[in-house]
């Protein structure tokens, strides 16, 4: 095969949030190249986006199922000289990415969708069957696992001298819905705070989906309990904008996960800190090239992103330049796209990639459930379900 992916992307049309990013950070590495795209339900939207993107108006699609037939017929995907797309980028609201991304996997083309990866579990775990069938790759872009000094974290809390992972803190906190802003024609809070658009989850599923997938990968192991309090600040929501979680990991350890978007003032405040019996860790997304390491004997480790400095060979692979020169939100993305790339083109097993895939979409939707489950009772103990089907649970955890 080529050392070019041809990508074709649903959604991501003007006046779109995470589509923009998608295709910079698809581009960074020049391993793929974007040619067709549905970016919008308004197909006049979708031309005008495919035009500022050099791409053909024959190549701007009206929908996925458009650009599968269309793509089909320009010839043999597999093949080193062919042009149809080989891989769909997934960047339209909650509701449409199961159907979206079975439609592809189906049509033999790989995927990269965005989070969450549906809006129930059971449709996660028919896709889930989907893909068993056509050995297509998936990949879910929990952005934060594309951070490098989310990787060194993972590394020092799994050594030894760290000892056994006691406590675990996550916050993601926002504060782009402490108003309704989905009444002043802010199309982002508009489909988020919309169950049929957004699914049962509100900031629970747009960013303590996140929050969860961090606590997992870092300390590697699987979140089984939990107990949930979800609320909404603004009385016309019907979906949680608020809301804290206590929960219990396979490896012992109990943590607290707070997700809100109603903290005022608050960007994107996404910070992780876990506990093991000799030493604790600090990760914060706005810092994202500092990880703290404070240990019980007083000393304090500022850990660095950077090409030059002494990382563990996971993340030394996820930095681009020596320290000092800034790398975030883009290059995280980025490097899920690269891994997924290089894995489709090598023909490597999906788990194996580096980059969270269909286990961490079913684990990720397990634990939306069980929130709202745990919270509609008050709060009480809810297991997480381990998905009927499927690859084993593991993904990236080992
Ligand atoms: N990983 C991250 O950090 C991150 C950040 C932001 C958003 N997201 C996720 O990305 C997705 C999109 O979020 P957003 O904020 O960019 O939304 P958005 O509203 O800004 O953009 C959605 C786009 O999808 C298009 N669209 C909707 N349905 C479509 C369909 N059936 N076919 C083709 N196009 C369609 C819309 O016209 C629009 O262009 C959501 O699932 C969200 O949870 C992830």
């Known amino acids: 095969m080529s050392s070019h ?29 974007l040619v067709c795209g549905a970016f919008s339900r308004d197909h006049d939207n979708c031309l005008a986006t495919g035009q500022q993107l050099g791409i053909a108006p024959e190549r701007c699609y009206r929908d996925i199922a458009a650009l599968l037939a269309g793509e089909s017929k320009r010839d043999d995907r597999g093949s080193d000289t062919g042009s149809g797309a080989q891989l769909v980028s997934i960047v ?65 809390a799994g050594s030894k001298p760290f000892g056994a992972i006691r406590k675990v803190h996550v916050q993601y906190v926002q504060g782009w819905l402490a108003n309704a802003a989905e009444k002043d024609g802010n199309k982002q ?17 747009d960013i303590g989906s996140h929050a969860h997938s961090l606590a997992e990968f870092i300390c590697n192991s699987r979140m089984h309990t939990l107990r949930a309090h979800l609320r909404r600040h603004i009385n016309s929501r019907t979906l949680d904008d608020d809301g804290e979680i206590l929960f219990d990991l396979e490896n012992g350890a109990t943590g607290s996960l707070i997700s809100s978007q109603i903290c005022a003032g608050e960007e994107n405040g996404l910070t992780i ?18 990880l703290i390491e404070r240990r019980a004997s007083g000393e304090v480790i500022v850990h660095r992103a950077g090409t030059d400095k002494p990382l563990c060979d996971a993340a030394l692979a996820r930095c681009r330049l020596p320290s000092g020169h800034p790398e975030g939100f883009i290059e995280a993305f980025a490097n899920l796209y690269r ?10 097993a999906p788990a194996r990639s580096g980059v969270p895939g269909i286990a961490e979409a079913l684990r990720g939707m397990a634990f939306l459930e069980a929130a709202i489950a745990s919270s509609a009772q008050g709060g009480a103990p809810t297991a997480i379900k381990p998905p009927a089907c499927g690859p084993d649970l593991k993904g990236l955890l080992s």
């Open 5 to 33: 992916l041809r990508m074709g992307m649903i959604g991501g049309g003007n006046g779109a949030f995470i589509g923009a990013v998608h295709r910079m950070a698809a581009a960074l590495d020049g391993q793929i190249d």
């Open 273 to 290: 800190r876990i506990y093991g019996e000799n030493a604790g860790l600090e990760w914060k997304q706005m810092e994202p090239n500092s």
């Open 92 to 156: 339209t609201p909650n509701h449409s990415h199961v159907d979206i991304a079975a439609q592809a996997a189906r049509a033999g083309v790989h995927v990269m969708c965005d989070k969450p990866a549906g809006i129930s579990l059971a449709e996660v775990e028919g896709l889930a069957r989907t893909l068993e069938q056509t050995g297509t790759h998936y990949g879910l872009t929990h952005t934060y696992l594309g951070y490098p000094m989310v990787w060194q974290a993972r590394h020092i």
């Open 189 to 205: 809070a508009a489909w988020r705070t919309d169950p049929a658009l957004a699914g049962p989850a509100g900031a629970l599923g």
């Open 339 to 348: 891994d997924h790339a290089r894995a489709i083109q090598a023909g490597t």
